[in-house]
């Protein structure tokens, strides 16, 4: 078991399960670069306010960066007996330089370390996530493009509603994910704070220069209140927050693909690289990264609820629940990342079957809004075009037609209003290219949905 640096205090050694249970530097090993960075920032501002020697400030910096070396060469391995990421760093600097090793630590605490260490690992992350969006977005558009004429069912209780494009329905998630992207470029605001100095809570009585330590390590600005430095994992909570909604767009989408490789729908076909299939049903051809997703997601709320959780009856300032943050959070910045790498692909390399969303698109009546509107056009009360429309409905249904085939004598026979011009108001193109109004179905609009969302996207990058 590694020595405890507080051991001074006790006289037993630290029973080998709690240390175990104590532990966390299987999780937080991962933070290393940032522990190493984050100290290295500390001790240089030490050493330029004379709290320690230039010389020990120099030893310690030195030390640091040939600690960083060996993690990165693989040569030197984490300790699992050692507490944390903290200590362990500490610890294989005083081995390496001796008594200077020991002055890293003056005017810090593992509580502000700890914060400062996180909120570095996630300003790191939160980069890659909104590149992995923007990417879909970018496929998600590309695709829209092509779409522009696709026609298909738009639903309401999955029930065939009115007639929309592909390309339509695609930019419904293009404006999700930018709001996504939203999310995080506000979280990451708030994520780069600095809160070294606030010290165990109540800062320190050493004359140190926290905007130094601000400024050397990037951040916008420090944190104002100590006890809050320690204690806030706000941002944490925040950055969950904003990976849940994701996610819970990536599933609702992936929801959809589980319905449209159906045979039910056979919208599209996804590429055999991104589909699975079954141990005993040589026929299956199985949407499992959907699914996947979909599970996934839940995961993912998970997180948000065990941090919400663990933070909620915490009385000022650092407790030790607040070691369980880590875990959380990575998981949920993990998993989110791992659906988006496979997520792009599998919708980059779809094939879309227009034929068949056009098909199902001319059943179900879903024409019947146009046909009332047709009516209107002539002067009918909309109330009086629906009732009248939905028994041509009926009488459709009676007679196993369409709209699009009922003959005209039926249609007058019920109101002397239609003409053969109802034929050319119903049919499926029409319906599409008449809802221009802005954010509609109708290609011209689309196309100006996707510039506008072109430049939104801008802004992120
Ligand atoms: N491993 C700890 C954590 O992740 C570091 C801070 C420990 N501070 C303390 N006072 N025990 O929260």
Known sequence: MADKMWAGRF?????ERVNDFNSSISFDARMYKQDIQGSVAHATMLGECGIIDKTDSEKIIEGLKSILADINDG?????????????????????RIGDAGKRLHTARSRNDQVALDLRMYLRDEIPIIKS????????????????????MPGYTHLQRAQPVTFAHHLMAYVQMLLRDLGRLTDTYKRTIIMPLGSGALASTTYPIN?????????????????????????????????????????????????????????????????ATGSSIMPQKKNPDVTELIRGKTGRVYGDLNTLLTMMKGLSLAY????????????????????????????????????????????????????????????????????????????????????????????????CETFDTDVYEAISLDTCVMQRKAAGGPAPECVEAQIEYSRKTLEQFR
């Open 75 to 95: 040569k030197l391995r984490f300790d699992p007996t050692a507490e944390d990421i903290h200590m362990f760093n500490e610890a294989e600097l005083t081995k």
């Open 11 to 15: 006289t037993k050694e630290t029973d």
């Open 132 to 151: 992995q969006i923007i990417e879909l977005i970018e496929t998600l558009m590309k695709l829209a493009e092509k779409n522009l004429g696709t026609v």
């Open 319 to 414: 407790n030790k629940d607040m070691q369980e943050d880590k875990e959380a959070i990575f998981d949920a910045i993990d998993t989110t990342k791992l659906c988006l790498t496979t997520f792009i692909p599998m919708i980059d390399t779809m094939k879309v079957i227009p034929e068949n969303m056009r098909a199902a698109a001319a059943k179900g009546f879903i024409n019947a809004t146009d046909c009332a509107d047709y009516l209107v056009k002539k002067g009918l009360p909309f109330r009086d075009a629906y009732k009248i429309t939905g028994t041509l409905v009926h009488t459709c249904i009676e007679k196993g037609l369409t709209l699009e085939t009922l003959p005209i004598d039926e249609y007058k026979a019920l």
């Open 210 to 274: 926290r905007q130094r330590v601000c400024d050397l390590l990037g951040f916008a600005e420090i944190t104002q209140n100590s006890l809050d430095g320690v204690s806030d994992r706000d941002f944490c909570i925040e950055l969950a927050s904003a990976l849940s909604i994701l996610m819970m767009h990536l599933s609702r989408f992936s929801e959809e693909i589980v319905l449209w490789c159906s045979w039910e729908f056979k919208f599209i076909e996804l590429d055999d690289a991104y």
